[in-house]
């Protein structure tokens, strides 16, 4: 917890999450690599036909408690980010074919996750974006905080 230079009144700070899932497909093939080497590190998920999932993304941000509103950010508005930033973007798409973005980026969930957190700082008021955690399975899960 801080404190209020001028008032001296405790300012918590405090972590809110909002959960989205979307449902994309995608090939892992890098543009650095031979076919060859493409086969070798990505195996079956570089096979030319692709495969979807079902993602499940965790967008954190932290910040103070607002004493009036009681709140980090309103809810609300986060989820209209989120809309923004990944479902209108990337929900149902073909991430490699229709997404500018991953034309030259190879679609790992970790560049999935470098994607939404560079878009979600446009939107966000400054320095409140925490990270973006994606479950790619319910197995495989990436975090990503802008280092
Ligand atoms: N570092 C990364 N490694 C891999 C990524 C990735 O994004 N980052 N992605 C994949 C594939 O896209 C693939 O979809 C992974 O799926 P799969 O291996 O089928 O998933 P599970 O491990 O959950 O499945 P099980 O077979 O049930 O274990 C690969 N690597
Ligand atoms: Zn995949």
């Known amino acids: 917890m801080s404190v209020c230079p001028e008032s001296g009144a405790a300012e918590p700070v405090g972590y809110i999450t909002r959960v989205q899932s979307f449902s994309a497909c995608h090939r892992l093939h890098s543009l650095h690599l031979s076919d060859e080497e493409n086969r070798r590190v990505y195996g079956k998920c570089n096979n030319p036909n692709g ?9 954190t941000v932290r910040g103070k408690i607002d004493r009036l509103t009681g709140m980090v950010m309103n809810l609300t508005d986060l989820k209209r980010c989120i809309e923004d930033v990944i479902m209108t973007p990337l929900d149902h798409k073909n991430l490699d074919q229709d997404v500018p973005y991953f034309s030259r980026v190879v679609s790992t969930t970790e560049n999935v996750a470098v994607y939404i957190w560079t878009h979600m700082v446009t ?11 994606i479950h790619e399975t319910d197995k495989n899960i990436v975090v990503y905080r802008g280092e």
């Open 123 to 133: 939107v966000l008021p400054p320095d409140l974006l925490h990270e973006i955690r």
């Open 51 to 59: 495969h979807g999932h079902n993602y499940k993304v965790e967008v």
